[in-house]
Every structure is written in structure tokens, then in C-alpha cells.
């Protein structure tokens, strides 16, 4: 029995001490862990919860040329409390809680001050880091907010804190919407939104932040932080007036005539600014959306705007010129198995190259070309890409179309290439691409590059100029280039383009109706045909200084002529640019006859004072257009001629022959500052009339 005992306390006392020694093990342990590696695991477990993370900095605006803002980052703040700050004792949230609650419900009455105190106090009890107090909130509310209770001892003894999101936003909405673009995250780029993306971005920032329950990180109060650097401003080239209307006038005749897609682009002969460029497609329930940018990425086979550079390659070779004669036959001529044909029934006859671009003959354009390059293509070949035409135009927004002009060597090449060619298929290139080449033609044979961008600043001061590029200088000889204007004029006076025809300003240019494949057919095939309306050209045609093309893919009213699809757009916006456009009217020249006349001499000024002076004197006035505000006055022998003396408030006025009184009127009136010399009349202005107006800029004024 006694043992027995033995053997139990034996048992006991060895159990008890392996429970000891483990227990010193486990203690043992936790004083390694905190004591001897404390420091090392405190490390470890700071690198998993806290982190030095980026903040994006606030994205640059992109502007229109005249300051309109055609995207901006919205700023939206989120205001969060951190419950649990040490810096906020029990008494001191207790006292102010009821206090900020009722601040609260005034600035956001969804809540009474009953439901946000028993918030407050809710997340103050359980401990909260980043209660969500409100989301969406103004900057002006922000700042209303950080004067409150609790809230305005700040993000550390106060626990206020903010959380910045910026929105990007486009105030006119689809206004040149593609070209703007965006740039998202996993989504290439698009539009001068991703070609300036480095620019618009700035530099980010960066902060310490803390992950808490739920896996969200808190900033928290770190010295060495780094602010972020907002972006740079872009300023376009696109002016939003004539952007406004080329969207109506395009959107309004795809409806009219039920057409897939359609874009037009107005483009500034000297410098390639992009004054206008849109892009409308039709959406499945019949309205139009600005989806794909066509103008830059759309290759297509042109049609007959491409006869231009086939004829001006015979022109450079020598090989014809304008008077020479080609027989159209009855419209048809057959190369091979494949039949040409006018659309003319009947054909031409015998006519001149000249006559044979202005009607848009085929036969006569292919005939002519074929003659010549049949047994030599890769000298026509060589003459195309001589000037340019089978190369990218290098813009900065992303998704240039790239052109094609095939080589004589193609495996695709026959004995039909050349005539096709000649008239604008079997080959590609995108909207702006012949823009490019037309714009070439207008500009004395200078090619320039098509720019969308004239500026980059940063908080208003200028960090670049985006600067003209000259892609070729002489795309061709003076002759060839005289040649080519005058059978682009002569399509608006005297051909397919006649009803763009006016007596304000001349119009040259091209009309093009390409006959388009597609998945079920060719555009060799009789039914099925699908249509390309296009038109491309230059105003004033006598000193060019907007080139514009216009397309229309697949119209279905029936009408699929360029002239009458696409001619009427670019109508309708070269109408637009020249109303609003003074630098580009003829000057009205004064008549003046001091010596012969009997009537006295009238300075030019307020057209309701000159009016009563003539009446008084019983002065015979001639109006030449409606009663205008301000008069410029020719003064003849037995009467006095009125014409309007066009004041716009975007360009800075002509205000030579006025009295100094009238021009410092309707100068200051525009936000300029006035400076002159001598007395009398004004007799020159230090800004030529017609240039782009900045208010705050100094005009100087010298009288006579």
C-alpha cells in the first residue's frame, strides 16, 4: 500500500514538473520574442501594416484655343473620423459630440443630430479608425467641415480626416469627345488624354498609411511624406465655335440621309492647327455618338478625291497638262475584262484633262494615266510616294491608320492596278491623311504635320510651344502646283461641286464618291453597293487659309453623290469660319474725293450719329447692307456709300478713320488698353485688325 502511494506521488511530481518546465519554456519564449527579437518582429509587423504609398497628383485641364475648358479634374472628398485617436480623451469627445452632431445635421439635414451623435458614439465604443462621416463632398463644404467640433483640432488630435478623388469631367460633354480621349488603367490610351498623358499626369506623391480592420489604409502622421505635383494645362488647337458647328451640320446630315458613320475636320493651311475635327456613328437606335475617331484612324479607299494626286503625278513627269485631250468614249472603256464607267449615261465625249477633273470622269483619269504608266508603274508608284502619300503622318494621338499605296512588285498587282489606282482604289488612306495632301496643295506645295496641341503650361506660366512641323517642303514643282489649284477651282466654279458655289468667297476643291466593298460583295458588283460620300478642299481659294474634308460612309436615302452628302457640311462650315473670320474678308477700300467733292468729308464711327449728321446737311446716303452699329464711310461726289465695319469681340477691331473717342470706345469696351499719339483721325493701329483678341493686351494708336 505504501508503494502503491509511492508510486502516485512519483507520477504527480513528474507531471507537475513537465507542466513547470513547460510553462519557463513558454516564458522563456515570450521574453525572447519581446524582449531579445522585439525589435526585429515589431519591424516585420510595421512593414505588413504600414506602407509609403503613392497619392496621384491633381491631372492637368486641356483647354480649347480660347481658354474654353474641354476637360478638368473634378475634385470629390470623402470625410472619415478615426474614433479611436489617443488624442481624444473620453471627456473631451463627450463634452463637443453633441456639438458636432448638431453641426453636422445642419450642413446634411438627411440626419438628425440625434442619429449622427449616436453614430459618433457607436463607432467612438467600438473602436472605429475610418468611420465614413460623409462622401461626395464639395470643397466648399470641406472647409465648413474642418471648423467644426473635434474636427478642427485636425487628423491627429482631432481624428478629421479627408480623402481626395478627382473626376475627370468634359463640360461640353461629346464636344470633340474622342479627340480629348482618356486614360484609364489597363485601357490603351486614347485621344491627347493619353498622347499628353506624361504632361497632364504631374509627379505623385507619397504618404505613410496604415492598413486597419477591414483592410483599409489610414494615412497617419508621418514627417516625411512628399506632396504631390499636379499636372501641366494643355492648350488645343481646336476652336470650340466651329467645333459646335461642325458636329451640328455632321450629325444633321447623317440623319438626313441615315448613314453609318461620318466625320469632318477643318485644319489652318500655314500652321496645321486642328481647328475642328468630329467623329459620328450610328448607334442602334438611331441617334449619333462619337465613338471611333475616323478622321485619324478610318483607311479607306478614297475614290476620287485621289484623282488630284494621280493627275499632278502626269503633271510633274510632263507626260500631259490641262488642255490635253482624252476621249471619255460613251462612259465606258474596258481594261482587260473589267469595265470603267462615268457616272455620267453617255459619257463626255472628247475633253481636256481640265474639264475631265471637274466632272469627275473616270475614263478620262484612268485612260490618261494608264497611257502613260502602263508599261512604266513603278515610275507612278515612285511620284506618290515621293510626295508622301505612303507614309504615316506621325500625330500625337495614338491610332494613325496606316496608308496604303501597293508597289509594282505586289503579289496583289494586274494588269487593272494602274487604272484603279488612278482613281482611288486598290489603295488606302485616312481622312486626315489626304487632308494633309490637299492642305499641301493650298499651301504652295509646304506639307505640313496636322498638330492638336499649341501650348503646354503650368499654373499659367508657358513650359512648351508646340511648333509647326514641315514634313516636305515642295511636294512637287510651282508649275504642277499652279495647275492643281486651278482644277480645284474649277470643280466649284464649273463642276460637280457647283452648288457650293457663292459670291463671297471662293471655294476649291474635290468631290469623291467611292463605291465601298463589303463582306458580301465587291465594289466591282452591280447590287448591294454601299456608298462613300466624301468632299475635300480649301477657302478662300484665292489665298487659302482652311483646308476641311468632310465623309460620309454608307449613306441610305438614295443620294450618295459627294457634292450633295458631304458638300453641303463643308459648306456649312466654311461659312461659319469666314463669317467669323475678318482677317480673311477683302478689305473694303475708301473712296476718298476731297479735293472734287462738295460734300464733307465723314470720319468713319457710330452709324445712329453719322445718320442724324447727314440728315441735318439733307446728305444723300447709300446703305450697302442692312443699318449697321458702326459705319464705314466712302464719301463720293453727290453722296455717301455705308458699309458695315465688322466689330467681333474675339478679334481685335479695325479702327482706322474713326475719331479717337469712337476707337477708345469699342477698344476698352473689349478689354484692350489704349495708347495713342498726335490728334485727329486714326490713321494706324500697333495690331492688324483681325488678330486674335487678348484682353490686358496694349494697343497703340497713331493719329493724323
Known sequence: MKDQKNIIFSRVYLIYGMICLFALIIVGQAFNLQVIQGSKWQEKQEQLTRKYREIEAVRGNIYAADGSLLATSIPKYE??????????????????????????????PEKSKAQYAQE?????????????????????????????????????????????????????????????????????????????????????????????????????????????????????????????????ALENQ????????????????????????????????GTYSERYNYVVGAATEPGSTFKLASLMVGFEDGYFGLDDMVDTENGRTRFYDAVMKDSHEGGYGKISVKRGFEVSSNVLVSKIVNQHYLSRPQDFIDRLYNMGLDKKLGVEIAGEGAPFIKNSDDATWSGITIPWMSIGYELKLTPLQILTFYNAVANDGRMVRPKFVKEIKKRGVLVKTVETEVLNNSICSKKTIEMAQEMLEGVVENGTARNLKNDKYKIAGKTGTAQVANEHRSYHSIDGKIYQASFVGYFPAD??????????????????????????????????????????????????????????????????????????????????????????????????????????????????????????????????????????????????????????????????
Open 79 to 108: 470625410v472619415r473620423f478615426d474614433a479611436k485617436t489617443e488624442s481624444i480623451t473620453k471627456e473631451f469627445f463627450e463634452e463637443n459630440v453633441d456639438s458636432l452632431a448638431y453641426q453636422l445635421s445642419k450642413l446634411y
Open 254 to 285: 447623317l440623319k438626313q440621309h441615315g448613314a453609318d458613320y461620318g466625320c469632318v475636320a477643318l485644319m489652318e493651311v500655314a500652321t496645321g492647327e486642328v481647328k475642328a475635327i468630329a467623329n459620328l456613328q450610328k448607334n442602334s437606335d
Open 543 to 704: 489665298n487659302p487659309k482652311y483646308s476641311c474634308i468632310v465623309v460620309v460612309n454608307a449613306p441610305s436615302s438614295g443620294t450618295y453623290y459627294g457634292s450633295h452628302v458631304a458638300g453641303p457640311i463643308f459648306k456649312e462650315v466654311a461659312d461659319k469660319v469666314y463669317a467669323n473670320s475678318i482677317q480673311i474678308h477683302e478689305e473694303i477700300h475708301r473712296t476718298e474725293n476731297l479735293a472734287v467733292s462738295r460734300i464733307p468729308y465723314a470720319m468713319d464711327g457710330y452709324y445712329p450719329d453719322l445718320e442724324t449728321i447727314y440728315t441735318e446737311l439733307n446728305v444723300k446716303t447709300e446703305l450697302a447692307s442692312e443699318s449697321p452699329k458702326w459705319a464705314k464711310v466712302s464719301t463720293g461726289d453727290k453722296s455717301v456709300k455705308i458699309y458695315n465695319k465688322k466689330v467681333a469681340p474675339i478679334y481685335v477691331p479695325d479702327v482706322t478713320g474713326m475719331s479717337i473717342r469712337d476707337a477708345l470706345f469699342i477698344l476698352e469696351n473689349q478689354g484692350m488698353r489704349v495708347q495713342f499719339s498726335g490728334d485727329g483721325v486714326v490713321k494706324k493701329q500697333s495690331i492688324i485688325p483681325g488678330e486674335k483678341l487678348v484682353k490686358g493686351e496694349k494697343i497703340i494708336l497713331e493719329l493724323a
Open 120 to 248: 459618433l458614439r457607436n463607432a467612438r465604443k467600438q473602436g472605429k479608425r475610418y468611420h465614413l462621416i460623409k462622401r461626395n463632398v464639395k470643397f466648399t463644404d470641406l472647409k465648413k467641415i474642418k471648423e467644426f467640433p473635434i474636427f478642427r483640432r485636425g487628423q491627429y488630435k482631432g481624428g478629421f480626416i479627408t480623402v481626395q478623388q478627382n473626376k475627370r469631367e468634359k463640360p461640353f460633354k461629346m464636344l470633340a469627345s474622342r479627340t480629348i480621349g482618356y486614360q484609364r488603367e489597363g485601357v490603351k490610351p486614347v485621344g491627347l488624354e493619353g498622347a499628353y498623358t506624361k504632361e497632364l499626369s504631374g509627379v505623385k506623391g507619397k504618404r505613410w498609411m496604415q492598413k486597419i480592420a477591414g483592410g483599409v489604409w489610414m494615412p497617419i502622421d508621418e514627417d516625411n511624406g512628399k506632396e504631390p505635383e499636379d499636372g501641366s494645362d494643355i492648350y488645343t488647337t481646336i476652336d470650340v465655335n466651329i467645333q459646335d458647328v461642325a458636329e451640328n
